[in-house]
């Protein structure tokens, strides 16, 4: 089964600008959408965050789909307090551990880990800074995979968007993925539970 990186989360508040473009409810239609469109046809390969861990098992469980087979976590041990309790549901959750208790080394090595496998897209969706450490690692590691920057739910993705000529007000984003990432519907989702 073909790997997707997925690369979102709903902008806070509190750190940067991202925020104020962002749509949270946009945010979560589109990774919900994404979802549903791709799990059981392609891997979606994450780094956890709490606001998307919790909706990637919600499809899972709505499509009935295999997590070990579907999915793939990852995340960086120096966050472990934060963790979801979705996290439980994973039995694939890679965590790998922190870097001198350093938030830039840790991440860094944790998204090198996620990253280091065959990709055919990375989809950018929200988000906030860790948005471009992950799009330009992805390209460096991955420069033929198809990159897609959702615009129209705002935040660091849009801005990446609008930086990759991607911008684009559209909101049917089960179209979309069908587009830009070849996802068949009529495509059997393998890997059913």
């Known amino acids: 089964m073909s790997n997707i990186f997925l690369s979102a989360s709903v902008p806070q508040p509190n750190r940067g600008d991202f925020y104020a473009s962002a749509s949270p409810f946009l945010i979560q239609f589109a990774v919900r959408e994404l979802l549903t469109v791709c799990l059981g046809r392609r891997r979606i390969v994450w780094g956890g965050h709490p606001a998307i861990t919790p909706m990637v098992w919600a499809v899972c469980e709505d499509l009935n789909v295999s997590y070990a087979k579907t999915v793939q976590l990852y995340q960086s041990r120096l966050f ?21 208790n350093d938030k830039d080394k840790s991440l860094l090595k944790m998204r ?16 906030m800074e860790g948005i471009f450490a992950e799009h330009d690692l992805f390209t460096q590691l991955h420069p033929k995979s198809t990159v897609l920057a959702v615009s129209s739910p705002g935040g660091a ?3 990446l968007a609008h930086k990759l000529g991607q911008d684009s007000k559209r909101i049917d984003f089960a179209r979309i993925y069908r ?10 989702r393998d890997q059913i539970k």
């Open 179 to 188: 587009e830009k990432l070849a996802v068949d519907p009529t495509e059997p």
């Open 112 to 127: 090198q880990e996620m990253l280091a496998g065959d990709f055919v897209a990375g989809v950018f969706i929200g988000g």
């Open 157 to 159: 993705a849009g801005q």
């Open 80 to 100: 472990e307090k934060y963790f979801p309790p979705e996290n439980a549901n994973f039995d694939n959750v890679v965590v790998v551990d922190a870097v001198d």
